[in-house]
Nanobody
Framework: QVQLVESGGGLVQAGGSLRLSCAASGRPFIGYGVAWFRQRPGLEREFVAA????????MYADFVKGRFSISRSSSQDTVFLQMNSLNGLDTAVYLC?????????????????WGQGTEVAVYS
């Protein structure tokens, strides 16, 4: 059983940066693909970024390309989402998810484990 805990959210001015972390407890992320999703107020959950189990393959939603970067620690117990050039449309609850197949996919149904989320609010 993998338990995921997100951290790093908060209030940030437009144009600023935040670094989100997704920590695994219970067992390391070894062998798991990990993704970030977000849920903006009143909208459906949407895919943000994913990284495969080795950290060699990444995938991004078009709206974050060039601004966000996903990475994972060498110890395989934490996945990060570096978010730069934030704007009001990035205000959301950000959730991380783990896929036991190890691959990268934007399909939320493929993920076996989910965290509770961390809130990001961007103000002008």
């Amino acid at each position: 059983q993998v338990q995921l805990v997100e951290s790093g959210g908060g209030l940030v001015q437009a144009g600023g940066s935040l670094r989100l972390s997704c920590a695994a407890s219970g067992r390391p992320f070894i062998g798991y693909g990990v993704a970030w999703f977000r849920q903006r107020p009143g909208l459906e959950r949407e895919f943000v970024a994913a990284i495969d189990w080795r950290g060699n393959v990444t995938m991004y939603a078009d709206f974050v390309k060039g601004r966000f970067s996903i990475s994972r620690s060498s110890s395989q117990d934490t996945v990060f989402l570096q978010m730069n050039s934030l704007n009001g449309l990035d205000t959301a609850v950000y959730l991380c998810a783990a896929d036991s197949s190890g691959s990268t996919t934007p399909d939320a149904d493929r993920y076996d484990y989910w965290g509770q989320g961390t809130e990001v609010a961007v103000y002008s």
